[in-house]
Structures are given as C-alpha cells and as structure tokens.
C-alpha cells in the first residue's frame, strides 16, 4: 500500500469521523512504545528480561522462566477501549533460525477472563503472521517470503487501515495486502492485556532480542523513519538504556550469549569480518587500533590517533609498459598482490606480489591495451577481470576473467566475454547473487552502444548477459549501496560528438537496474563513492570538454555530489579545478578523510601535480599535499603491517611509483 494510498484513506477517515460522530481518539497519536511500558521507571531491566549487545545494537531477550512481560491495555487507551481502527507497527528484532513450522510471538492482546486473542503478530521462519478478532471472527493474516530469522536485526513496519495491510522490511519496497474483512473500528481492549513475546502461556514464546515495538496510532511510520543510512536499526522510538552502548557491560547486561562470549584476538593486515567471524577481535598493528567484528564489519573499540605529516617516495615501480590501472588485492594466506593494466601485449600485463617489503614481478598476462582489472570472489573461488581496450591477433574483441588456482598459486584463464574497447569492469552483489558490469567504450566508430551486466550462473559456473544498458563512450562504473537499495553509475565520456553528455545512475527494483537520476558531466572518467558521518558522496572526474569546434580545454572542475535523502536525488556539493582528471581514490587516515586526483595533462604538459585534498568539515575538502606525477591515470591507497601507502599508475611511462604516508 502506497504512502499516498494510505494518508489519502487516513485523511478521510479522520474528516468523516470527526464531522459525523464527533470522533476523539482513545490515545494521544504519538508513538507508543511497548518496551517501556514493560521497564521500571528507573529504566532498569527486571527481572525476566536480560540486556544484550550484538552486533553493534542492544535488545531485550525475554526469560522462558521468569513470568510474562505484560501491562494492561488501559495503560495505552486512556479515553476509551478501543484499538486504533487505522495504525502501523514498528518493530526491531534479532531472530536465530528456527524449526520451518514453529511459530513465535512478537506481542499479543489478550482478553484476561477468557484467554481469548484479540490482537497478535507471530513470525516464522519465512512468514510474518497478524491475527484480528472482528466481530466474532479471527482473521489470520499471512505475509511470505519474509525473512526474519536469520541472525540479523531487522526493522518492520506493519501499516493498516481498513482493508489494506502493508509490510516494509527494512525500509525496502513495501509488499500490499488485501484483507477479506476490514479491520474492526471498533475491537474493544477492555478488561484485556498486552504480552510481549508471547500469548499468556509456554507455547510460541520469543526467543530472538527485541530492541523496538512501538505502536503509532492514525498513521503510516514508514515516512517518519525511512529512508535511512542504517535501515535494519531504523528508530521510531527506542527505550534510551537501549540507545547507549559501553564499551564494557554492567552487572546486568552481557555482551553476547555465553555460548558467544569465547573471543581471541587477531594480529595483522585487515582480516575478514563474516558471520564465521562474528565477537572475534582485531589488532591492527598498523593504526594501533582495537576492533571487534559484528559479521558486518569491524567496529572500532579503541584506537590510537594517527595524522598525515607529510607524504615520501618510496618504490619505482617498474611495470612492463604505460600503465592505465592499479588493482591492489589481498589473496588470503598468500599475500598482498598488485595488478597492472599494461598497453602493451608483450609481455602483457603484469602481476606483482609484496615481498619483503615491495612489489616484486609475479606473473605476467597476456592483454590487449588492458584499461582495467577488477579483483572478485564468488564464495571460495577468486577471479581477475581485465577489460581489454583492442582486438587480439585474431582480429577477436574480448575481455577476460581469470581464476586462481590454489595448486598452481597461478591465475589462468576462465571464461571470456566479448567486449567492444572496454574500459572497466564492475563487481557486486545483490541479495546474495554476483554480477558483473563492462563498461564497453565504442564499437568502431560509434560511441553510442550497449555496456552489458552479467549474472554468475550458480549451475553453469559461468557469466551471463542479464541486462543490457544503453551508454556513450562509456569509461567506468561503480557500484554502492544506500541503506536497502542498490545504485550503479556509469561515466559516460562522449557521444561521437562532445564530451558534454549525462552520466547516469541506476536503482536497482524489480531484478534490474532503473534509471535514477541523469547528471551533466564532460569526458567523464570515473566516478569515486565514499560514506561517513550518515552521509553519502559521489566525486566524478572530469577530463575534458570538447565539441564539434574541435577546441579542447583540460582545466575544468570535477565535482562532488552529496546524496540529499529527503529529496532523494544528489545534488552538487563543491566543485575542485582539476586537469584531465582521469581517477578520484578516497582514503581514511586514523581520524581524517582525505581524497586524492590523478590529474593526467593540462593541454601543454603530462608533467603535473595531483592533489591530496583533506576533508575540513564546513570547508569540504582543501588541498593539503601536492605530488608531482606524471601522466597519472589511478590511484590506489593500500595498508600493510607496518605502514600506509599511496600507488600511482602512468599512461606516458613504464614506471609507477610507491609513495609511503609518513604519519605523527
């Protein structure tokens, strides 16, 4: 049910009621949450509920053994009896798997003398269940396919009003349901009591954490609270002894299950965080920091402060020809490895493994003017993409995905896709499948064409094409994530005619990717994606502007967008005077926030500065450090065990360089 759909129903409602029956509802319409109702005024725990902390978020787990957590519904209505005819109902829950046919309760309303229910939610599994008495009737209803009980906190938004139920899962696309009866106006509460987490008796008692149940009469929650950058943990209204995280439990509260409480420290390079990981802690030797893993990601606990002081060369990095593109990635139990995207096919493009402190020549690949590579994992297999700009001597345009054998500790050649002068490849995942996205630059002499997003076929072990989307001159993509929803946006540098032309971002709805908003750029390269403090940034570089003229100017802004949620659309943030910018690479440093352009040529020279910009809050980002570079095309930012690092590739040279961030 539609937002609109339901304020435009609540608004009638209200008018008729209130012009025919002088209506006055039985409560205030303000949230009304049903978790202090069950806690002392103190906001202590009683005995009965235990305080957990997972996953960076508290919740309440109800005792089986300690009586049931409830409170009259006199306490909610106070100027009369009845239920609110037009509500919605936010929860926030933890559930671990439970059996395929067992259900458990969230709430009910039960009537005292006969035990009857008046009111209930229950989940199962992959169900969520809402059950109404209405005038001598129990109505049962059923939504599937939802997904609770996965060791996950999830936010629910349960909106009804009188024929229709609507259900939003963490801020996601709401699903719609037409009841076979109305919701009762009038179901009378009187003489009965709300049970958290259960019915009045042993059978479906909850077993997860509940962190929010708030009753909102008269109205639809979901715009009050969604969008949100933390979709899953979305508040309407919380409990404060739950919206205060410790760094160390008190006498009442545990961090994690027994069960969980068993951690061991890990020392070195940046570990991986999954479920398997989850309590685990982290020491980074390198920023002297205390983290702990949430299966999400590593939260940090305790952390010295580090600061840039100034930036040093460290490598000449010698590379088999110009280079166009970097791609640091780390093979688990091998080591830290660099890949380069080499004009040349002789001897092609090069591999190169961190050791002993540089970068040593490793192995070499075969490539056609490679432009980039792409480093991905689907489950326990790792793959390398290189998106090929030019035909191979057999006239054939193709670009190649590799895989690593853990017997040969080689990458060798796994499928190949074909490709027209690709620029880049793209790799992410959406509810739980991988994809893959070319950007193809031209076909001949026609920049107009298709780029192409390919879907890993779990059965065939192979890509394939699963959606085509029209691009000109396309030159990157990237992929991001805000809260549920899934974007990709393509840089599109020309249309056979000007560099002047729209970049594009997709919203992933419905299985593919729709437009969501157009953006005017001018020979755009790349496009840079960064999230803090609750907000989400978007940094194209642009490289030029050119038009049927045939006059060129290279010293023109790039431009930093911010994701404005309220009106969900980025608009411009600051603009910085770049110079044929071909790369923007974010990077964190202790506290601070810093980008860094690859400013490649200015119309005369290859011989430039790129900038290191500080983000400085009210002033967005200033320059702080200018290096010396020549024909830069990328960037890339890395760690090891003992110090940070800035990488930087050349299209003009067959050197790279290493430069080490000196810190204080």
């Known amino acids: 049910m539609s937002t609109l759909l339901l304020i435009c129903m609540l608004l009638y409602s209200r008018i008729t009621n209130s012009v025919v029956r002088g209506w006055k509802p039985c ?31 508290r919740g309440f787990h109800l005792s089986t053994s300690q009586g049931s957590p409830s409170f009259p519904a006199s306490h909610l209505f106070i100027s009369c009896d009845f239920f609110p005819e037009e509500f919605s109902i936010v929860i926030t829950m933890k559930a671990s ?93 009187k003489g009965s009591r709300f049970h958290i987490g259960n019915r009045r008796r042993l059978k479906g008692l909850f077993s997860g954490l509940l962190r929010q149940l708030v009753l909102l009469p008269g109205s639809d929650a979901t715009s009050r609270i969604c969008p949100t950058l933390n979709p899953k943990l979305a508040i309407l209204s919380v409990p404060q002894v739950l919206l205060y995280l410790p760094i160390k439990p008190s006498e ?36 002297r920091g205390l983290y702990i893993c949430d299966s999400q990601g590593w939260v940090t606990m305790l952390q010295a402060k580090q600061r840039l002081d100034y930036v040093e060369e460290y490598q000449d990095f ?85 895989k690593w054998s853990r017997r040969r500790l080689k990458f060798s050649s796994y499928q190949t896709i074909e490709s027209h002068s690709a620029r880049d490849w793209e790799a992410f995942q959406i509810e739980g499948e991988t994809f893959l996205a070319v ?12 780029s192409v997003v390919y879907k ?18 396309a030159y990157d993509w990237e992929f991001f994530t805000v809260g549920p929803y899934s974007f990709l946006v393509v840089a599109n540098s020309f249309n056979g005619s000007s560099t002047r032309v729209y970049s594009k971002i997709y919203i992933w709805l419905g299985g593919m990717f729709r437009l969501f908003q157009s953006i005017m750029t001018f020979g755009a390269t790349d496009w840079e994606v960064f999230q803090f403090e609750g907000r989400v940034f978007l940094a194209v570089a642009n490289s030029q502007k050119y038009d049927k003229t045939g006059q060129s100017s290279y010293a023109i802004n790039s431009t930093i967008y911010e994701l404005n949620i309220t009106a969900q659309i980025f608009v411009r943030f600051q603009d910085i005077s770049t110079y044929s910018a071909v790369d923007w690479e974010f990077f964190t440093l202790g506290e601070d926030k810093f980008l860094v352009v690859a400013n490649s040529y200015d119309g005369k020279s290859y011989s ?38 800035l990488i930087y590739s050349s299209a003009r040279a067959d050197i790279s360089k290493v430069l080490k961030l000196k810190t204080y």
Not at 318 to 338: H, M, Q, R
Not at 618 to 635: A, I, K
Request: proline share 5%; glycine share 6%.
């Open 27 to 57: 409560t205030d319409l303000l949230p009304l949450d049903f978790l202090a109702k069950i806690l002392p005024a103190n906001g202590v725990a009683p005995t009965g509920i235990r305080m957990v902390q997972d996953q960076g978020a």
């Open 97 to 189: 798997r439970i059996a395929s046919k067992k259900n458990e309760y969230i709430f009910t309303v039960v009537e005292e003398d006969s035990n009857k229910l008046l009111l209930g939610l229950q989940y199962s599994q992959d169900k969520l269940h809402f059950m109404f008495w209405n005038y001598g009737v129990r109505n049962h209803i059923t939504f599937r396919s939802v997904k609770l009980a996965d060791n996950q906190w999830h936010t629910l938004i349960l909106a009804v009003s009188g024929l229709y139920a609507s259900l939003t899962v963490d801020c996601g696309i709401p699903v719609d349901l037409v009841l076979h009866r109305p919701f009762p106006a009038h179901l009378n509460t």
């Open 252 to 287: 009442n509260e545990v961090l994690k299950y027994p069960e969980e409480a068993e951690a061991r420290v890990i020392l070195g390079s940046h570990p991986p965080c999954t479920k398997k990981q989850a309590g685990q802690l982290w020491f980074d030797t390198l920023r």
């Open 318 to 402: 010698y590379t088999n020809s110009e280079t166009l593109d970097i791609e640091i990635f780390e093979i688990p139990s091998v080591g830290l490895f660099a890949a380069t995207a080499n004009k040349r096919p002789v001897p092609g493009s090069g591999i190169y493994k961190w050791t002993n402190g540089k970068f040593e020549p490793y192995q070499n690949i075969t490539t056609y003017q490679a432009q980039a590579w792409k480093y991905f994992t689907i489950d326990d297999k790792i793959f390398l993409a290189v998106a090929n700009f030019e035909k191979n001597e057999r006239n054939q345009e193709y670009s190649v995905i590799y």
């Open 439 to 450: 950007a193809n630059h031209r076909q001949g002499g026609n920049h107009n064409i298709d």
């Open 456 to 473: 890993w076929n779990p059965g065939t072990q192979l890509f394939e094409a699963n959606q085509t989307i029209p691009t000109s001159g």
């Open 608 to 645: 430039l500065n790129s900038v290191i910009y500080r983000w400085q809050g009210y002033e967005g980002f200033v320059p702080v450090h200018r290096l010396p570079t020549f024909g830069c095309t990328d960037w890339e930012k890395f760690n090891t065990t003992d110090s940070s690092y």
